[in-house]
């Protein structure tokens, strides 16, 4: 709630969209913490540690539509999987940061 508002009285302020986006992404709300993260990338576009929060949420983005795939299509689970291992060694290097 407190980062919100902070979005809210200070819209000039990339920061409290980068921690909100943090929050969420912590809570697997990966959509909610991509669209914080591209508005904190609209506010500032040099913000270095938003880029790389928003490269870690699409990684892991990524990572749940390749394991609804192999759930999906058990035919093709191995190529997945694969994808999938590859996403998640990705993942691990990155942590978000607030």
């Known amino acids: ?7 809210e009285d200070y819209p000039e302020l990339p920061e409290p969209h980068n921690n909100l986006a943090v929050i969420w992404a912590k809570r697997g709300s990966y ?9 904190a990338l609209a506010i500032n576009p040099d913000y270095a540690i938003a880029h790389e929060n928003l490269g870690d949420v699409y990684s892991r983005l990524a ?5 609804q795939a192999t759930t999906l299509r058990a035919a093709t689970a191995a190529p997945a999987t694969r994808s999938l291992r590859r996403v ?3 993942m691990s290097l990155v942590p978000l940061r607030g």
């Open 63 to 67: 990572g749940t539509e390749f394991e």
């Open 88 to 90: 998640s060694e990705v």
């Open 1 to 7: 709630a407190t980062f919100q508002a902070l979005t």
């Open 31 to 39: 959509d909610k913490a991509r669209i914080e993260l591209q508005a």
